[in-house]
């Protein structure tokens, strides 16, 4: 089972080179600690609390490394939350409905 953290970035109350340089080492530290990255969202095969704990843990250890600004790391958080990938839905994909499946053989 997959689960997937979600970290978006404050853009609108932080200029966009911080943040960036925010998100590079996020980027970099969640994947150091396994996760990988699909678009902006961070997907491990862990179940979701060993998940849940990993990701805190990765920012919490950013947050006691780093200094942004003199700053607290979860300041620049505007999301930081985790689902469970089973009910994802791709919605630039068809619908379960609209997949037509033949039982009868062409050959």
Not at 2 to 26: G, H, M, P, T
Not at 52 to 60: D, G, H, K, N, P
């Amino acid at each position: 089972m997959s689960c997937a953290v979600v970290i978006n970035l404050d853009y609108e109350n932080n200029s966009e080179e911080v943040c960036q340089e925010i998100w590079d080492a996020i980027k970099k530290n969640m994947i150091q600690a396994g996760f990988r990255l699909d678009n902006r969202v961070f997907i491990t095969n862990r179940e979701k609390e060993e998940a849940c704990t990993l990701a805190r843990s990765v920012i919490e250890n950013m947050e006691a490394h780093l200094e942004f600004d003199q700053k607290k790391l979860f300041l620049y958080l505007k999301d930081f939350y985790a689902y469970d990938m089973e009910h994802t839905m791709n919605l630039l994909l068809p619908s379960n409905d609209d997949i037509l499946v033949s039982t009868e053989s062409k050959f």
